[in-house]
């Protein structure tokens, strides 16, 4: 890899992301309170990646996340919301990155998840009923991380993701919705862990999605877009999934990346000399670890956790 473009603020970023927990009172923090447990599952994620888990406290972080727990078998974004399977899967990540899916009431967590998959195999976020491809990539990455797939009907699970297609091979949030790089992320990583990819037309899809890169190396979300940072976890994790990622220029995208970052406080933004945000320094170091980056830790592109974490989880071995 060309380090040209300059180098990752490894030491930086770590700071960006501990000084955020001291900062939870801010104005900011509070209105992303309900986002809590994806910001966590963020920035601990990116301390794993950048090697530097241990900098937190384990214990602290764990029994924060339990009192996040809903009777219902849910998680919420934070103490005392309500209950959604977007924070339920940020919290399983969370709990796996520390080794400790055995706090967990497993049981009652699946049957949380089953309970919001709908008739025609499609799921819903929460009580409320709202549907999106996002949810069936939510439901099936937590019951696999849990070992408990056959908790759905996955045949229906998978017919539905297969609904969403559309002729330029992308996917989008229901029937007819248009192809956008999230949603395809989505359906490519639920079809990735339920061994269904055949359903993929992988060279037009492909084509789509390298079509997403940009002049100066960064890639959109969709055509006409605007680069940014977190279409390169969205992008590349569903190109390295289909096998067509040699099809993007890496050496540009790194380079875009790494001119988004906060040389001087730390973290990433979406695109060069914008404000930086935990979201955007997760899909950053994501991106670079997709691109190989010197001392990265490897993730897995479609449970996006790192490999090690995944592989104690299915082979008992790190
Ligand atoms: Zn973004």
């Known amino acids: 890899m060309d380090l040209l ?6 030491e930086k970023h770590v700071q960006y992301i501990l000084s955020l927990e001291e900062k939870k009172d801010s104005l900011e923090s509070v209105a992303m309170d309900y986002l809590r447990m994806n910001g966590a599952y963020w920035g601990l994620t990116t301390l794993d990646l950048l090697g530097k888990l241990g900098t937190v406290d384990r214990d602290e972080v764990i029994s924060w996340v339990m009192q996040c727990h809903h009777e219902s078998g849910g998680f919420a974004g934070n103490v005392g919301h ?7 899967l940020s919290a399983v990540q969370v709990l796996a990155l520390f080794d400790k899916l055995d706090v967990l ?11 919001l998959q709908n008739e025609d195999g499609s799921f819903s976020g929460d009580i409320w009923g709202e549907v999106d491809t996002r949810f069936s ?16 009907n996955t045949e229906k699970a998978v017919e539905y993701i297969v609904s969403c297609q559309n002729l330029d091979g992308g996917f989008g949030c229901t029937p007819g919705g248009e192809s956008h790089a999230g949603q395809i992320f989505c359906c490519v990583g639920a079809l990735a862990i339920t061994g269904c990819l055949h359903h993929i037309n992988k060279d037009l899809l492909g084509w789509w999605l390298c079509e997403r890169q940009v002049k100066d190396g960064g890639l959109n979300g969709r055509p006409e877009k605007l680069p940014d940072v977190c279409y390169s976890w ?12 040699h099809w993007i220029d890496k050496e540009k995208l790194a380079g875009f990346i790494l001119d988004c970052q906060d040389k001087e406080n730390g973290g990433i933004s979406d695109r060069p000399n914008d404000a930086v945000d935990v ?3 997760y899909f950053g170091v994501a991106g670079l670890s997709h691109l190989e980056y010197p001392g990265l830790k490897a993730i897995d592109p479609a449970y996006a956790l790192p490999v090690d ?7 008992g071995r790190k």
């Open 137 to 152: 990539y939510i439901a099936i990455c937590c019951l696999s991380l849990l070992h408990q797939l056959d908790k759905i």
């Open 234 to 245: 969205w992008v590349l994790s569903s190109l390295i999934m289909i096998d067509r990622v």
């Open 5 to 10: 473009s300059g180098e990752l603020e490894v």
């Open 82 to 88: 309500d209950p959604h399977i977007l924070y339920t």
């Open 309 to 315: 974490v995944i592989n104690k989880i299915f082979f």
């Open 279 to 281: 979201y955007h320094t």
């Open 105 to 115: 009431d497993i049981d009652k967590l699946s049957d949380y998840i089953s309970g």
